[in-house]
């Protein structure tokens, strides 16, 4: 009973090469990562180090794969959050007693252009955000310019879908919980163009 307007892909983010990981170790970050988490890998230099002392900065390589300190390359590609930190935790209990680790993504985003307080880049802190949080993010709509719709435009594998929704419908539950992905764009188009 799937809803044809939905578009395919409204499960859990799954992590591809190319995401940035932030790892941490609730329980034992010093054993494993003796220099205080401030590991600089070839492919990923640190940037301002504001997880600083408490993360692990890592780039999944073009092969899926992260390498951590002490148990080397781990395949995290197809995997969700919950997987990878659960596979990363497997490695791990050998060295930890118990190993409890956190995976944040930290480059996945939104585009929302058009009719918005806001236009530009919204980041995610979780794989996905709801249209109402989305338009709520940039600042919301701007009435006085906006036309009618809001369009929600996803690209997967090479095709690009697109789904309108009334704008006097954003209040309503079952569009604004909409779930809006890495690399969707939110569209308002104005009514004049």
Do not use: C
Not at 42 to 67: C, E, F, K, N
């Amino acid at each position: 009973g799937r809803q044809p307007e939905l578009l395919p892909d409204t499960t859990e983010y799954r992590l591809k090469p190319g995401d940035r990981l932030r790892i941490r170790s609730l329980n034992a970050l010093e054993i494993i990562f003796p220099q205080g988490g401030n590991i600089a890998v070839a492919s990923t230099p640190m940037s301002s180090g504001q997880a600083g002392a408490s993360a692990y900065l890592i780039t999944v390589d073009r092969h899926g794969q992260i390498v951590l300190p002490q148990v080397g390359r781990v395949k995290v590609a197809g995997l969700t959050k919950t997987d990878a930190t659960k596979a990363i935790e497997q490695y791990y209990k050998d060295l930890i007693n118990d190993p409890i680790f956190d995976i944040e993504i930290s480059n996945l985003q939104i585009r929302v252009l058009g009719s918005v307080g806001r236009q530009g880049m919204i980041f995610l802190e979780n794989e996905k955000l709801t249209l109402g949080e989305v338009i709520a993010m940039s600042g919301g709509i701007d009435f006085a310019t906006a036309d009618k719709t809001i369009k929600l435009i996803r690209k997967r594998s090479g095709v690009q879908k697109e789904v309108n929704y009334d704008i006097r419908n954003l209040g309503d539950p079952a569009v604004a919980n909409i779930p809006v992905f890495d690399g969707d764009y939110v569209f308002v188009p104005p009514s004049k163009w």
